[in-house]
């Protein structure tokens, strides 16, 4: 199967399927901007709150937040967004790449035939410069004018920044701790693309760790063999995740480390997190910006700093992508396609399909009955509609792990037939005990 023709099979079955539809749709779509439907916004749902119990609930050390999206002004002057985000940037059409109009790798005049982008070699691929920032603008109140203006946050750290004081004094922590936060940010992407890889509105997951200066290479170092675990205990092929380290040319100013987590997606290896060790620069800026006073006493050791910052940064709407790029699997079964989502049990959206053999003779009733039971302790669906081969089909494209069949021996004997979703094996279950079945093996 061409790489190509993957991302258009899945675009396609994640419509059809109502995982993600294109935005305004019957008015032709908005560019690079997404919905979920109903399996997409349980999908999306489970890896959010799988990340929210491995990085808050599981941990004392970290405390939850959720920051508005709008914010003052000035704080992404501080952040650096207002300066940064202005500069005349060219794009490369041929490998979407973003430099600065002045970037000394570019040979030729950007926007004419001749030039070539320092990235793919290609010729005649560079925009001309233009001004642009990347953040949202809006109006706050009834006046449109300057000094109303309010950015939609292009990124959910700095609500974690500002706040960090009122989090140390509203909880019991103690540096080292850290902040979580998922929130949605916006960016005004000047090459989106890739379905939902690259949106203009998107979810992040982010979590900034507040540690003493001497001990931010160390914690650098555990964050990121956690953050690797936990996209391989979400069920992702281990051999198409990788680590990418930014070199000098790709690492911001202040930062002093930074590594990605990529993934082998089929249009080639692409971040789906950031961690970063940010040293002082961040509160060190709001401090500057906002006259506050953001260092920490450290009352053991009678000190007092600017905390070093390691920040996990990860993309809530491509890690659903790369779950489902990464599920996505057809096989020949008995002459026929079978196309299946093999999720993990525990991020799939449907977790049991119940299905009554044929729609006669009380198989409908114990069904419905079971099905009832089931779904106050998971997301069920119910189908009784079509030959028992095609349900199951229908079910393996949802990547529902579990089918639960009621056939006429159901009714004599109590049990149940469960399939499971990638071996195909059936076995039969006691109906009383169905339910504590698939629990166990869901996760
Ligand atoms: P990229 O280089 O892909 O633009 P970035 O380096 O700008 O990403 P960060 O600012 O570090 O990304 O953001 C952290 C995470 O947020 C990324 O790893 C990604 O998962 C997610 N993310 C960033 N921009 C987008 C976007 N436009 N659409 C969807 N997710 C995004």
């Not at 901007?33 to 929210?52: A, F, H, T």
């Not at 979810?203 to 675990?229: D, H, I, L, N, S």
């Not at 079978?338 to 449907?350: D, Q, S, T, Y």
């Amino acid at each position: 199967m061409a790489d190509t023709t993957v991302m258009e099979k899945l675009v396609s079955l994640c419509k059809r399927r109502g995982f993600v539809f294109q935005s305004s749709e019957i008015y032709g779509g908005l560019g690079s901007v997404w919905d979920y439907g109903p399996l997409g916004v349980e999908l999306k749902k489970n890896v959010k709150d799988r990340w929210w119990r491995a990085m808050v609930h599981a941990r004392d050390d970290i405390e939850g937040l959720d920051a508005a999206i709008l914010m003052h002004p000035r704080v992404w002057e501080a952040s650096g967004h207002v300066a940064g985000f202005t500069d005349p940037l060219v794009d490369c059409k041929q490998c979407k790449n973003r430099f600065r109009g002045d970037d000394p790798r570019i040979k030729g005049t950007p926007g004419e035939p001749d030039a070539q982008c320092p990235v793919c070699g290609t010729r005649g691929s560079l925009t001309a410069p233009r001004l642009f920032n990347l953040m949202f603008k809006t109006f706050m109140g009834p006046v449109e004018e300057q000094a109303a203006v309010v950015y939609l946050r292009p990124e959910t750290a700095q609500g974690i920044y500002v706040n960090y004081q009122n989090v140390l004094n509203a909880s019991r922590q103690k540096v080292p701790f850290g902040i979580a936060q998922i929130g949605k940010a916006f960016r005004n992407e000047i090459t989106p693309g890739n379905f939902i890889f690259r949106t203009r509105e998107f979810e992040q997951m982010e979590m900034q760790f507040f540690v003493a200066p001497e001990t931010a290479g160390e914690w650098f170092e555990r964050w990121r063999e956690w953050r690797m675990q936990w996209h391989k205990d979400l069920g992702l092929t281990p051999a198409r995740l990788q680590w990418h380290q930014h070199g000098p040319t790709e690492l911001a100013h202040y930062a002093k480390a930074a590594f990605d987590i990529q993934y082998e997606f089929p249009f080639g290896w692409q971040e789906i997190e950031g961690i970063h060790n940010r040293g002082d620069y961040d509160l060190t800026r709001h401090q500057e910006y906002s006259g506050k006073k953001l260092d920490y006493f450290d009352q053991a050791a009678n000190r007092r700093y600017v905390p070093f910052i390691v920040e996990t940064s990860a993309g809530a709407d491509r890690v659903a992508l790369t779950t489902l790029v990464d599920a996505y699997r057809e096989e020949t079964v008995e002459g026929e396609t079978r196309v299946v989502l093999g999720f993990h049990p525990g991020i799939a959206p449907i977790k049991a399909a119940v299905l009554p053999l044929v729609k006669k003779d009380g198989m409908p009733e114990v069904a419905d009955r079971l099905y009832h039971d089931l779904r106050a302790a998971f997301p069920c669906f119910y189908d009784d509609s079509g030959a028992i081969g095609r349900r199951y089909r229908r079910m393996d494209e949802a990547g529902t792990p579990f089918c639960v069949t009621v056939d006429g021996e159901t009714l004599k004997d109590g049990q149940v037939t469960v399939r499971d979703r990638d071996s195909m094996q059936q076995v039969r279950v006691a109906q009383a005990q169905v339910g504590a079945y698939i629990r166990e093996r869901i996760g």
